[in-house]
Structure formats: C-alpha cells, structure tokens
C-alpha cells in the first residue's frame, strides 16, 4: 500500500518536471518550419531563442536592445543570462510542461548557463539535429530574405558570420550531446514534409503515449 503510493507521488513529480527538446542545426536549415510542424502535432510548446531575442530587442525600455541587435547581426551570440532569463520566463508563462528549444545551446556559455539554472529544474530528452549543406542553408537564408523575413542577419555578410559561429561554436555542442547518446540526427536536404516524417518516427519512438497530442 505504502509503496504503491510512493510509486504514484512520485510519478506526479516526475510529470511535473519540464521535459525539453533542443532543437539545433545550422542556419537555414529548417529548425523554425520543422518545430511548427511538430508543435502541431504532439503536445510541445516551441520557444525559439531567436524569436525571443529579436522580441526582447524590440521591447521598449529594454536595457539589451543594441547589444542584441548587435550580436544577431554579427552572428554571435548574446550572453546566457539574457536568454535563459527569456526562456525560462516563456516556459513559466506558457503554463505547459514540454518545450522544443530553437537554437539553443549555441555556444559553451549557453551550455554552462543552462546547466547551472536550468538543468536540474528540467529534464532533457534528445537533441534534435538537423544536417543540412552550408550552401543549401545560405539558399534558404537568402531565399526568406529576398521574400521579406525583415531579418537584419538573412544577408551573405552576417550569414559568413553566422556560420563561423556555427561551425567553431555550436558544432562542440551537438559533439558534447552526441556522446552523451542524446543526439537525434535528421537529414536536412530534403522538402520539409519528408524531413518531417523523419521527426515523426524520433517522436514516435520516444514512448508515444506520453507525447501525442
Ligand atoms: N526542408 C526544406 N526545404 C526547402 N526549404 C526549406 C525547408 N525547411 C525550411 N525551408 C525554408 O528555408 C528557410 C529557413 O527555414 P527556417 O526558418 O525553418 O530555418 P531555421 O533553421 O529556423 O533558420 P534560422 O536558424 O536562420 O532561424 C525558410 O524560408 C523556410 O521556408
Ligand atoms: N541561443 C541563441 C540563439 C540565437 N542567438 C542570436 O540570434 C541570432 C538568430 O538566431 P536564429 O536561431 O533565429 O537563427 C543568432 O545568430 C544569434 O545572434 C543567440 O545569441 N543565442
């Protein structure tokens, strides 16, 4: 009797818990569209770091407007307090308890950042990596340029920029998840209803009955 209700308390907090999907990959190369998608059809809410960043960017009276609009155009990447600050307080608003994060952790700032606030609050699932050619994703950056994306960084200059980040900075991340055996690889290369039915079989096997909508 005693333990069967152990079993149950601690079932309920495990649920309690944040569970997380990081959602990373280069440039271009489909995180956004791939994490509407997904968002729509299992029971995830999608916070993207650089929507939230522009967002905060834009807010009045924010004390890291230049800074960001800085960092996005020069491909960097802003500080982790700002954006787990900016995550955290999205995923405390949305009420919800599972979360595909959009381009983060980007860099080993992020990474020890998230670690040292995040980690033990949230539990992290997989790694969604999505692997696409730099000249595809330069394609597809340009492409949403030239039809309005009104991204001050969808440009050949930022977009070097924010390869060289990729590669130097974000490319050690998905290396450091991929050991842990955390890393979910999908080919990139493909239209986006094909690169989702890929998604759909990682989701698919990571018990369903506990993430369909
Ligand atoms: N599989 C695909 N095939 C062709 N075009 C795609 C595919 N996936 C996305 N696109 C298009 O490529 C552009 C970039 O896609 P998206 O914004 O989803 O990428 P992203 O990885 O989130 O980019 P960023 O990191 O720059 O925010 C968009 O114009 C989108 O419509
Ligand atoms: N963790 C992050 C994520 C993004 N940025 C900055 O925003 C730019 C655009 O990011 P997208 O994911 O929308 O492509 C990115 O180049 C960085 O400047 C960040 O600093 N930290």
Request: charged residues 25%; glycine residues 8%; proline residues 3%.
């Amino acid at each position: 009797m005693l333990n069967s209700t152990l079993r149950q308390c601690s079932r309920y907090l495990n649920k309690m818990v944040p569970e997380v999907v990081f959602v990373l990959g280069a440039p271009g190369s489909g995180k956004g569209t791939q994490c509407s998608f997904i968002s729509k059809e299992y029971d995830f809410v999608h916070l993207s770091a650089g929507d939230l960043l522009r967002e905060e960017r834009q807010r009045q009276g924010s004390e890291y407007g230049e800074m960001i609009e800085q960092k996005i155009r020069n491909g960097e990447i802003v500080p982790v307090e700002v954006t787990c600050s900016l995550l955290h307080k999205a995923m405390q608003k949305s009420g919800k308890s599972r979360f595909l994060i959009d381009g983060f952790p980007r860099n080993k700032d992020n990474l020890d950042g998230w670690e040292r606030v995040m980690s033990d609050k949230t539990k992290l699932l997989f790694v969604l990596f999505f692997e696409c050619s730099r000249d595809l994703c330069t394609e597809r950056c340009l492409g949403r340029g030239a039809a309005g994306s009104g991204r001050s960084d969808d440009n050949l200059e930022s977009l070097q920029k924010r390869f060289n980040t990729y590669l130097n900075d974000t490319m050690p991340i998905i290396q450091h998840y991929d050991q842990l055996g955390l890393v979910r690889r999908i080919n990139a290369e493909v239209g986006p209803q094909q690169v989702f039915e890929d998604v759909k079989k990682v989701f698919n096997n990571s018990d369903m009955s506990r993430i369909a909508n």
